[in-house]
């Protein structure tokens, strides 16, 4: 987290009252996730069966509210297999690859504006750190998130793993491209890449200064790009071929059983609540809401409901869309989405010579 | 306060490390790894002296310096690529006809 | 505006070029023509329009000017502006050119219906015009020598047309090469001007030369690289270019091309740009006596000489050429005896009525399906009517018959030779005399070819068995029926014919223009072709001082006074009394004189047409002194004089001996040097990748390691 | 010693281990991931220095793309290990070591000799020359054409790879 380290305030500030106060917003931030991702499981699963008129998961715990708990005991006491021909040290660095830079996310994130402490009388920011090209940093480390997924693909030594994990790099890449090129209008508007700045740019006029409405149509068709590229980014359906499982046998994972595999399915839920938030802070004004100037504390609240917006998002999706095929895949991202974001990043900036 | 010798210093250990590296793999891919390396190293320097001048000119020749990595890695996987499917190997010194 | 003259043939051109040859004939020629036909019509705008309205300039010229773009900047200094300009004198060419030009885009798409390459034709003919319009609009050397060699170019290529036929391809080589001769010429007077002048710009080279004083008569001036030097040398150039001796042997042969490009280049436009060149510079020649000696002399011998010639052609044809090139030396003739404004109604009229006539050959020629040969027509009054008249108007008009164009004009020269006072005393009674035989003889030889094609008894059918020399590259024979067994000839079709007969209405009363003052002057018809192109002329020309009343006005026109002021500055600036005045000759001859000498050239011309008919139409086969029909061997002189002797020492010398030893034997023997250098060094190269990175490493840790010895 | 000069040390033993690790492993997938644990460092190393644009860049492009590609490539053709015919040229390790033990020699002995003054004292995170505004303004200013070039270079390099990667057809 080399990131963390250098930020100014490390290197400047007296040190121990700051140590404690990240101890506790990294303790707050990350306990509090943690438990969210492993509840987006069951909110998955509960909204996938009402959507195909089934219960779900509802006997361990009222309305199988512990059904999480269950599973991540089940996890841990699971035997964890190494395939024989496998290469040992890659195979178990893969979760690891897959889930620390989907952590570290986090980090970036800003949850809400600063708010002063009772009592204490000290300013703290709602974000664990501040990074003045925080989008960039994103992208680095979703970036760096493929490296898991091919690792795992490649030391399963299986031809399933293998091609799952060969798909996985091709659609991350392609897709990637296509999610940068279409927020660049909106780092146009903001003028900036710090997250908190341009959930700044983005307050006031109840919502209608967001980046969804500002420079139309440019910010709705950035958003929809922004939205497919996000979804194949975090290979969910339709576009979840790394790990289709009627296909590759689940792809890069196939191999992968107990915390390993929980890892990576943990690092995948992780990317999908960065991608939300990230689509929340491009698009829909971050923690920006009524009274939130007042009470900053009301920040987290709005930012949280946005983010479970997508969220649920992505569930529905996957409860209603069948699976693209990997050519059409590639069609999509290089033929249609590439080229309409560039199409969209002129006429945003010809708007922005223009008009404003 | 780190002095600039330092950064020049690791600067040429990297670059070393990369030209021996392409004397002594015979690896293609691991030859074009190496010469990633050497890149970097001089990536290293210029950024180097770029924020102890606080001149902005090295910091952009790195940006320049990226692309054309970038352009170079292309081309030369995509070369790597073609030369595996006609020799079935990566060996550099079985592609040895560049002679008269 | 004058963008669009010049750039709507280009735009023809283009399209015809490019996608031609997927359209029918129709919409060839439709593009063909309008694009002319917007060039003329804006044109006419422009002259009629705006330029007589315009108000003159501080020379006096009055001038509508485009600029289009800084052009060949080097070094911060504009060596010259690109721009195009309409003044009196491209005025009245560029009416002509256009005018003319439309007509013979018309009746080419009759003449040359049914051939191959048609929209090939047409393209070449607008590019033509275009290059055409550059050389006549062009508002300074550099564009006008761009225009000339656009169109050396394009007759290069009309006349090798037809370039299956082999003739047609010598003569286009020859065509081509012969006025590469005299574009040298033009080359070295161009830079010679900049050198001298430090501009291109037509008009600041005439304000300058305007300013420099009279050179002297002879040798010395000739070599002394001043105006003199520069005049001949641009002069060199215009007798490649409008055929004069010696460089006029490749017109005749140019008759290889389709007859429409005949009339069109090689008669009415493209030949008269050397006289046009001359006018354009006559501020130059004036002040270069020599210069104006040699272009009188060689004006008037060429005249005669071709005149000779042209009564001995079989090919009606080649008569029309020898025709064109004896005209031409009219025109020179007119220039060397400073009567500019008479060389350029000349060129006009002649336009008029050599166009009418061309076009009228190709009408015979297209309705004897393709004969040239006149021995093997006659009678053909009977079946071509309408050709046969309107080809009489132009007849009569090259013989100087009053009233016709060509009497105006050929008989101006013919006076302003006589009287004129610019060449020294024989000289003009010399050329007299030597224009008026030659206007005897243009009679002679115009009506043999109009009684030995016209009158007389068929001779259709006598045509010897191998007759396929001639015409037959055209590709269209649709007649089913060959020579040698009776056949009709047939009139044209009205494409043809309206052109014509418009040629022959200009041919009749084109000359009106222009009519002498002593006809004129009584009932109130001014000179108003001399009056209107006189500011152009006046530029930079010093007046003696005894003319001062009447400057600049030619023989006692009494053109408006305003004009007059304002017209030459310099015409009224102290001058040296004794410089002659070389467009205004002297007052002493009397109107009698003048009429005496009118009637006398008119005596001439009636006379050469009652001998041509009383002779001709008796014995129409004449056979013709051999030395005359073998045009006195000029092209085997030629041949052995200049063109053997160059090929020899180019096979013998610069061949096989410079070409093959030295300059192959350096490049051999560099070859060999290089090989054996390799052949030692290529152990180097042994083909593996890493050991060349060996190398360059071990070079980089040398190098670095000599820096430490010698510190920079 | 400063915290800064602490954090250098560290970053540099990862970069250095990076790069042995790339000349080291004979597989080359680990030489791969040696090499990304060299630019990560790296990346670390221009943040310190000031370069945060650069720092992230260098994830982005060369871990994040350029690598992944590298990653890419290795896994279609899926060689293991090095190929296992003799080395016809062994004699390069006995050239290239002591070439390299003297290049090193060579650079430290003029970066420790050569005085530089220095110019600035605080090296790192005080001015604003890393940030995404100087660069950027630096990009379409004074370096256009430069930047212009490149993006030309780009697109050749792209259909470059297109047509020699391209699967001729039978």
């Known amino acids: 987290m080399p990131l963390l380290l250098f930020s100014q305030p490390f290197m400047d500030s007296p040190l121990i009252p700051l140590i404690i106060e990240w101890s506790l917003k990294i303790f707050f931030i990350f306990g509090g996730l943690m438990t969210a991702l492993a509840y987006l499981t069951w909110f998955e699963r509960r909204v996938l069966a009402y959507i195909q008129m089934r219960l779900g998961p509802n006997r361990v715990g009222p309305a199988g509210l512990l059904q999480p708990l269950a599973d991540g005991i089940k996890f841990i006491f699971k035997e964890d297999i190494v395939p024989l021909d496998a290469d040992k040290f890659l195979y178990t660095l893969a979760p690891i690859m897959s889930l620390v830079p989907a952590l570290t996310c986090y980090v970036l994130l800003p949850f809400g504006d600063k708010f002063v402490m009772p009592g204490l009388n000290r300013e703290i920011p709602l974000h664990i750190t501040h990074v003045n090209v925080g989008v960039l940093a994103i992208f680095a480390l979703t970036g760096m998130g493929v490296y898991g997924i091919v690792l795992a693909g490649y030391a399963s030594n299986n031809k399933y793993s293998l091609m799952g994990g060969l798909r996985s790099s091709a659609q991350m890449v392609s897709y990637e491209l296509a999610m940068v090129m279409s927020i660049i209008g909106v780092l146009l508007q903001a003028g900036s890449l710090d997250l908190v700045e341009i959930c700044k740019h983005q307050a006031g006029w109840f919502g209608m200064q967001w980046h969804l409405f500002t420079y139309p149509p440019t910010g709705i068709i950035g958003f929809f790009i922004f939205l497919i590229a996000m979804v194949a980014e975090t290979n969910r359906v339709p576009f979840d071929l790394p790990e289709a499982e009627t296909e590759l046998v689940a792809g890069f994972h196939t191999e992968y059983s107990s915390m390993k595999f929980a890892m990576f399915f943990i690092a995948e839920y992780a990317n999908m609540v960065t991608a939300s938030a990230m689509a929340t802070i491009l698009f829909l004004g971050g923690w920006m809401g009524p009274f939130v100037d007042q009470f900053p504390l009301l920040g987290p609240v709005y930012f949280t409901a946005k983010v479970g917006f997508f969220l649920f998002l992505y569930v529905w999706l996957r409860g209603t869309l069948p699976r693209y095929r990997y050519d059409q895949l590639m069609n999509l991202g290089w033929k249609f989405l590439l080229p309409l974001s560039l199409v969209n990043l002129v006429l945003t900036a010809t708007i922005a010579l223009f008009f404003m | 306060m780190v002095p600039l010798s330092w950064y020049l210093a690791l600067s040429a250990v990297l670059f070393t490390m990369g030209a021996v590296g392409i004397l002594i793999k015979r690896n293609v891919i691991a030859v074009l790894l190496c010469l990633e390396m050497m890149l970097n190293a001089a990536n290293l320097a210029l950024v180097a002296f770029s924020s102890f001048f606080q001149q902005t000119d090295g910091q952009l020749l790195v940006f320049l310096v990226m692309v054309v990595a970038a352009a170079e890695a292309g081309v030369g996987l995509a070369i790597v690529i073609s030369v595996f499917r006609n020799r079935e190997t990566l060996d550099v010194d079985e592609s040895h006809l560049m002679k008269l | 505006m004058l963008k669009l003259i010049i750039l709507a043939p280009l735009v023809g051109a283009t399209i015809l070029g490019l996608f031609g040859k997927k359209m029918n004939e129709r919409l060839i020629g439709i593009i063909a023509c309008s694009s002319v036909a917007i060039s003329a019509l804006t044109a006419f705008y422009t002259v009629f329009g705006v330029l007589l309205s315009a108000a003159p300039g501080p020379d006096g010229v009055r001038r509508v000017s485009e600029h289009v773009m800084s052009w060949m900047r080097i070094g911060g200094i504009s060596i010259t502006d690109f721009g195009y300009v309409v003044d009196p004198l491209s005025g009245i060419m560029v009416l002509f050119v256009t005018g003319v030009g439309f007509l013979i885009h018309v009746f080419a798409t009759g003449y040359m219906h049914g051939d191959e390459s048609f929209y090939r034709f047409f393209a070449y003919l607008n590019l033509f015009m275009f290059m055409m319009l550059n050389l006549i609009l062009g508002d300074n050397f550099l564009l006008m020598f761009v225009g000339w060699e656009g169109v050396g170019l394009c007759s290069y290529l009309l006349i090798g047309y037809y370039f299956l ?60 690289g001043g105006l003199t030097t520069i005049a001949l040398l641009l002069f060199i150039g215009a007798t490649g270019k409008s055929a004069q001796i010696p460089l006029y042997v490749w017109l005749p042969d140019a008759m290889a091309g389709p007859t429409p490009v005949s009339a069109l280049i090689h008669a009415a436009t493209m030949v008269t740009a050397g006289v046009y060149m001359v006018v354009r510079c006559n501020a130059i020649f004036t002040k270069a006596p020599s210069a104006l000696l040699v272009v009188a002399i060689i004006g008037g011998l060429t005249a005669f000489f071709a005149a000779t010639i042209g009564i001995a052609q079989w090919d009606i044809k080649k008569v029309l050429a020898y025709s064109t090139v004896s005209q031409l030396g009219y025109m020179f003739l007119a220039c060397g005896v400073g009567a500019y404004a008479a060389a350029i109604f000349h060129v006009m009229t002649h336009a008029f009525f050599k166009a009418l006539l061309f076009l009228g050959s190709g009408s015979v020629i297209h309705g004897m399906h393709h004969e040239q040969d006149m021995r093997y027509m006659g009678a053909l009054k009977k079946y071509m009517k309408a050709t046969y008249w309107t080809m009489t108007a132009g007849w009569l008009a090259i013989c100087g018959i009053p009233i016709f164009a060509g009497f105006f004009s050929k008989d101006e020269i013919l006076w302003k030779t006589f009287s004129t006072t610019a060449l020294p005393a024989p000289f003009p009674m010399i050329l007299w005399g030597l224009a008026s035989l030659t206007a005897l003889l243009t009679a002679v030889y115009m009506t043999r070819l109009m009684t030995v094609t016209f009158d007389g008894a068929e001779r259709y059918d006598q045509k010897p068995a191998h007759h396929d020399d001639h015409g037959h590259g055209h590709g269209h024979d649709d007649h089913g029926h060959g020579h040698g067994h009776a056949f009709k000839p047939h009139e044209s079709p009205l494409s043809m014919v309206v052109p014509l007969a418009v040629l022959a209405v200009l041919s009749v009363f084109g000359g009106l223009v222009g009519v002498p003052h002593i006809l004129g002057g009584k009932i109130g018809v001014h000179n108003y072709f001399e009056e209107f192109l006189e500011p152009v002329i006046a530029v930079g020309h010093q007046v003696p001082g005894e003319h001062g009343a009447a400057p600049a006005g030619g023989h006692g026109t009494t053109a408006p006074a305003g004009e007059h002021t304002a017209a030459a500055p310099a015409a009224h600036a102290p001058a040296t009394p004794a410089a002659p005045a070389a467009h205004a000759p002297a007052e002493t001859h009397s109107e009698g004189l003048e009429f005496g000498l009118m009637g006398l050239s008119v005596v001439l011309g009636v006379t050469g047409i009652l001998l041509g008919k009383a002779f001709f139409g008796k014995n129409p086969l004449w056979q013709p002194p051999t030395l005359l029909e073998a045009k006195y061997y000029v092209d085997e002189i030629y041949e052995a004089a200049i063109i053997k002797p160059i090929e020899n020492v180019s096979r013998e010398g610069l061949w096989k001996i410079v070409d093959v030893k030295i300059v192959d034997g350096a490049v051999n023997g560099a070859g060999r040097l290089v090989a054996g250098l390799g052949d030692t060094l290529r152990y180097l190269q042994s083909g593996f990748s890493r050991t060349y990175a060996a190398f360059i490493f071990v070079g980089a840790v040398l190098l670095i390691g000599y820096f430490f010895i010698n510190k920079p | 010693m400063t915290i800064q000069q602490i954090v250098f040390i560290v970053f ?159």
Request: aromatic share 10%.
């Open chain 3, 165 to 224: 036929k082999k003739e047609a391809g010598d003569a286009a080589k020859k065509a081509f090469i012969a006025n590469r001769v005299g574009d040298f010429g033009v080359v070295l007077g161009v830079l010679l001007i900049f050198f001298k002048c430090g501009s291109i710009n037509f008009q600041k080279v005439m304000a300058w030369a305007a300013t420099q004083p009279m050179e002297t008569l002879g040798m010395s001036a000739v070599m002394a």
């Open chain 4, 12 to 170: 540099a033993l990862i970069i250095t281990a990076g790069g042995v690790g790339v000349l080291v492993q004979r597989n080359p997938l680990y030489s791969a991931f040696s090499l990304i644990l060299s630019f990560i460092g790296l990346a670390a190393m221009y943040i310190l220095m000031g370069a945060q644009f650069l720092g992230v860049i260098q994830i982005v492009v060369y871990a994040g793309a350029i690598m992944v590609l590298f990653v890419f490539v290795i896994m279609l053709l899926n060689v293991r290990d090095d190929e296992l015919h003799p080395d016809r040229h062994k004699y390069l390790l006995y050239i290239g070591v002591p070439l390299g033990l003297g290049l090193i020699a060579e650079v430290f002995y003029v970066v420790t000799r050569v005085q530089i003054a220095p110019a600035i004292t605080d090296m790192h995170a005080t001015g604003t020359v890393g940030t995404v505004e100087r660069i950027g303004v630096g990009l379409l200013t004074e370096y256009l054409l430069p930047f212009e070039a490149t993006s030309v270079l780009i697109l050749m390099a792209v259909i470059g790879a297109m047509h020699l990667a391209k699967r001729e057809k039978e």
